[in-house]
Nanobody
């Protein structure tokens, strides 16, 4: 089983940047991909970005060129980051970290608010 803890959410002005972190613990050697989802009020949860153990990345069209997902280790996937630049009000949401292993694990979420 894998446990996830996110951090880095905050209030930021439009055009600003934030870096989210997600640290995995437990059976991290079973993880083959980690990612970030977000859910805005009244909307469905959506994939933002994902990175696999072999560094293959996937991004939502709405964040391409602005967000970058990365991980801290070339041999394991235990901590991932989401660098978010040029933030816009429509990026406001609760951001959830996820890990794909034998099953899917979710973090508790971290709030990102983009507002002037």
């Amino acid at each position: 089983q894998v446990q996830l803890v996110e951090s880095g959410g905050d209030l930021v002005q439009p055009g600003g940047s934030l870096r989210l972190s997600c640290e995995a613990s437990g059976r991290v050697f079973t993880i083959y991909a980690m990612g970030w989802y977000r859910q805005a009020p009244g909307k469905e949860r959506e994939l933002v970005a994902q990175i696999t153990r072999d560094d293959s990345t996937t991004y939502a069209d709405s964040v391409k060129g602005r967000f970058t997902i990365s991980r801290d280790s070339p041999t394991t996937t235990s901590t991932v980051y989401l660098q978010m630049n040029s933030l816009q009000p429509e990026d406001t949401a609760v951001y959830y970290c996820t890990a794909l292993a034998i099953d899917v694990s979710w973090g508790q979420g971290t709030q990102v608010t983009v507002s002037s």
